[in-house]
């Protein structure tokens, strides 16, 4: 019979469907049955539909099996034969799940990788598009005689040069537990063999968490956030670290508003030194000074 039936055909009483049957609510007569059972594939003791409890983790990218594993658990209350037995199986799991060097070392850096991203305070997005990435670099031959740690590290910080996201090399070095020539050796194979598509990074990415460090208010971080534009739109910065442009965008800015704020403590900061700072520093108000004169002639014309 059909299941779209709304009264029974015996007695004319309402249906009722319950599980995959539609059943009659007067006689009991079974309208109709459906084999396929199109409610939720979880079950739920709290009385509670919509708790997918029982549905398991979701696929990601940033492990080497997707996250479609299993694991033995660990239950206290084994004893003797049966505990030992238990501890067997779990170790032939492992191997079993881990099978060949490949897996190994991706488990590995796919685990530093996991680490790194979270210290640095990055996004699931990275973290996954890390992953991917190192994958690439190992099915490409490119970890022959490098270090996963290394490759690991340039994996999250190729990743944030290619989404714009502000993280300089010395704080992804100083998370790692590569060191800055195993990263950039690293980092160079990346961009050279795979043709990453990372172009400069625009300083005002980085002035949100350099003004937080800093403890500058909001008119400073805006007042920077202009400066900082207008210097890379000109071209007057290209070829200077970024983050030190924008370090002298947000002392310039503390300059004119008067907040403390010292040449030493922005560099730090940084990650630069006071050097580079002052050499960004002089560029910026040159460039913003510029500015100014050119709009103050258009007005006078």
């Known amino acids: 019979m059909s299941g779209d039936a709304t009264c029974c055909p015996e007695c004319g009483g309402d249906v009722a469907s319950e599980g995959t049957e539609t059943v009659c609510t007067e006689c009991g007569l079974v309208v109709a049955e459906d084999e396929i059972d199109r409610g939720p594939e979880w079950r739920s003791f709290a009385d509670d539909e919509t708790n997918p409890e029982r549905t398991g983790a979701p696929l990601t ?13 660990r239950k206290t209350r084994l004893k003797g034969r049966k505990r030992r037995r238990f501890a067997r199986m779990r170790r032939q799991h492992t191997r079993a799940r881990i099978s060949s060097k490949t897996d190994r070392n991706r488990v590995y850096s796919f685990t530093e990788i996991r ?3 979270g210290q ?28 996963l740690e290394g490759f690991a590290a ?7 040069r290619t989404a714009s996201v502000s993280r300089t090399l010395g704080e992804v070095v100083e998370c790692a537990k590569a060191t800055e020539d195993e990263l950039r050796a690293a980092y160079d194979a990346l961009n ?13 990415e980085y002035l949100p968490r350099f003004a937080t460090r800093l403890d500058l208010s909001r008119g400073v971080e805006r007042r920077a956030r202009e400066l900082a534009t207008r210097a890379h739109e000109s071209g007057a ?27 030493a403590e922005t560099a730090e ?13 002089y560029t910026v108000r040159e460039e913003d000074e510029g500015d100014s004169e050119g709009r103050g002639e258009t007005t006078a014309a």
């Open 154 to 160: 340039a994996a999250v910080y190729a990743t944030c």
């Open 237 to 263: 910065v290209a070829g200077r670290n970024p983050g030190g442009v924008a370090a002298a965008c947000l002392y310039a800015a503390a300059q004119e508003a008067d907040e403390d704020c010292t040449q």
């Open 115 to 117: 680490r790194l991203t």
């Open 269 to 281: 900061v940084a990650d630069v030194t006071p050097v580079t700072l002052r050499k960004a520093y």
């Open 61 to 73: 990218r940033s492990r080497h099996d997707r996250g479609l594993s299993t694991e033995i658990g």
């Open 192 to 204: 050279r063999e795979l043709g990453l598509p990372t172009g400069p990074i625009d300083p005002t």
């Open 120 to 147: 640095l305070e990055l996004p699931e997005h990275v973290r996954d598009r890390a992953c991917v990435l190192f994958e690439s670099a190992q099915e490409a031959d490119l970890l022959r005689g490098r270090s």
